[in-house]
Every structure is written in structure tokens, then in C-alpha cells.
């Protein structure tokens, strides 16, 4: 019985010490934070037109520790998320269903989406470094991908000794009245012009919208911006390509 005695205030110990152990990890969880883009998506998006290529969300945006800010494209959502074991789960991402994500050794996160969009392998995220005050990078990453530069502008085969720049943030100069440009890769825009191909829509300080398609070269030493067909009445899309109507070159 003596021996007895001396075995129950050990074992009670020591239910004791790894209870404050848990708690004392749960209470120093303090979640993730950080914007994270799409790096795979991005990746594809240099051959591909990136309204095509399959995708659940571009940015994760990291609010709290216990919520998530979610860029669909032109639709965005907030979604709690919690810690499971060695990895994370974004609660009813799929309806009622969970959607789980790993945080690597290299600070980027794996979401698991593979079933989500019919391929075979998962998202990478990469953090964005970018020190902007908006809400998402995603557009500045995109542009940066695809036609971020300086060009030289050519008319007729020969250099015209214009300038023209597309910075990441959305803004250009050098290229008519143009002051900002946006890229299309999700909503109505994918299909506004036939056969679906790249495109771009400037603005000016008017606020006017200009649509043209593109194409790049995979070296991005080229950039050829063309007309397109006015928009129809009642008719969504089906917008054909015309004539050349930049010849931009670095």
C-alpha cells in the first residue's frame, strides 16, 4: 500500500504538468499573418491566358489570428480558419466543407486545392514583400508577371523615340492619354473578346475605359497591344481582334 501511495501523486503530476503544457501552447498561438499570392497561378500566367487557368483564390491575406481575407477576383470573402495539428484548416471553404493548407519551412503556404481545380498538384502562396497600404497585391504581382517594364514604341517597323512604362502599381505613361491600366484574369472580361485572348483596359483622367488585346512574346522583349471590335448592343463578348495598335519593344 506504501508503494501505492507514492505512485498516484506521480502520475497525478504529470496529467498535471502536460495539461499546463497544452494550454500554455494554445495561449502563445498567435496565428499567421501576412498577404500571400498565388505564386502558381503567376507562374502559368507567361503562356497561358490566365482567365483559363484554373484557380480557387489569387491572395490569402492573413487578418488575425483566427481569420482570413479571401481574393476571389472580382469577389472576396473573409473565412475563419484554425490551426489542426501540424496544419490549418479554412473553415467551409468548399460550402460546408473544409479546405486545409500547410505553412512550409520556406515561409510560403500549400493550400489544398488540387481537387478544387481538376489538376494534379496544389497552390503554392508566396508572401508579398510589397510595402503598399492597400488591401491586396495580387494585381501588382500580376502586372510585374506579364508587362511591368520600359518599352520603346515603334510605328511603321521604325523606333518613334517614345517611351512608354508600365509600372506594377497599375499606372502607365507614355502611351496616349493613358494614365492606368488593368489586366483581365477572372470575370466578364475573360470573355469580352474572341477567340478569348489576353486583354487590357486603359483609363484616362476622364476616367474613360479603353479595351484592346495583347500578346507577349516569352522572352516579354515584346508587346503588341491591338484594336478591337466595338461593343454590340445587348450582346456580351464576341469582340474580334483588328489591327495593331501599339508596337511596343524593349
Known amino acids: 500500500m506504501k508503494s501505492l501511495q507514492f505512485t498516484i501523486p506521480i502520475i497525478f503530476l504529470s496529467f498535471v504538468s502536460l495539461t499546463s ?5 494554445e495561449s502563445s498561438y498567435t496565428g499567421l ?39 476571389y477576383g472580382f469577389e472576396q470573402s473573409r473565412l475563419a480558419y484554425k490551426k489542426d495539428g501540424k496544419k490549418y484548416l479554412l473553415v467551409h471553404a468548399l460550402q460546408e466543407k473544409d479546405m486545409s493548407f500547410t505553412v512550409n519551412e520556406d515561409k510560403t503556404i500549400t493550400l489544398v486545392d488540387s481537387a478544387w481545380n481538376g489538376v494534379t498538384r496544389n497552390s503554392t502562396f508566396k508572401e508579398s514583400t510589397l510595402s503598399t497600404k492597400q488591401k491586396w497585391d495580387f494585381e501588382n504581382h500580376l502586372n510585374q508577371q506579364l508587362i511591368a517594364g520600359e518599352y520603346s514604341l515603334f510605328k511603321e517597323n521604325k523606333q518613334s523615340g517614345q517611351k512608354v512604362n508600365f509600372n506594377a502599381d497599375g499606372s502607365v505613361t507614355g502611351l496616349e492619354n493613358f494614365k492606368r491600366y488593368n489586366l483581365c484574369y ?31 512574346d516569352i522572352t516579354r522583349k515584346k508587346l503588341d497591344i491591338y484594336q478591337i ?4 448592343k445587348d450582346i456580351k463578348g464576341e469582340r474580334a481582334i483588328k489591327e495593331l495598335a501599339f508596337d511596343l519593344r524593349r
Not at 484557380?55 to 490569402?60: A, G, Q, R, S, T
Not at 488575425?64 to 481575407?69: P, Q, R
Not at 474572341?194 to 483622367?205: G, H
Not at 471590335?229 to 454590340?232: N, T
Open 21 to 25: 503544457c497544452n494550454k500554455e501552447n
Open 229 to 232: 471590335e466595338g461593343a454590340v
Open 33 to 71: 499573418s501576412g498577404k500571400f499570392v498565388n505564386e502558381t497561378f503567376l507562374k502559368q500566367t507567361t503562356d497561358s491566358i490566365p482567365g483559363l487557368i484554373p484557380v480557387y483564390c489569387y491572395e490569402l491575406n492573413f487578418t488575425s489570428k483566427d481569420s482570413v481575407d479571401i481574393l
Open 186 to 216: 477572372s470575370g466578364d472580361c475573360v470573355g469580352e473578346i474572341y477567340p478569348i485572348s489576353n486583354s487590357i483596359t486603359f483609363s484616362n483622367e476622364k476616367k474613360e475605359v479603353f479595351t484592346y488585346a495583347f500578346k507577349t
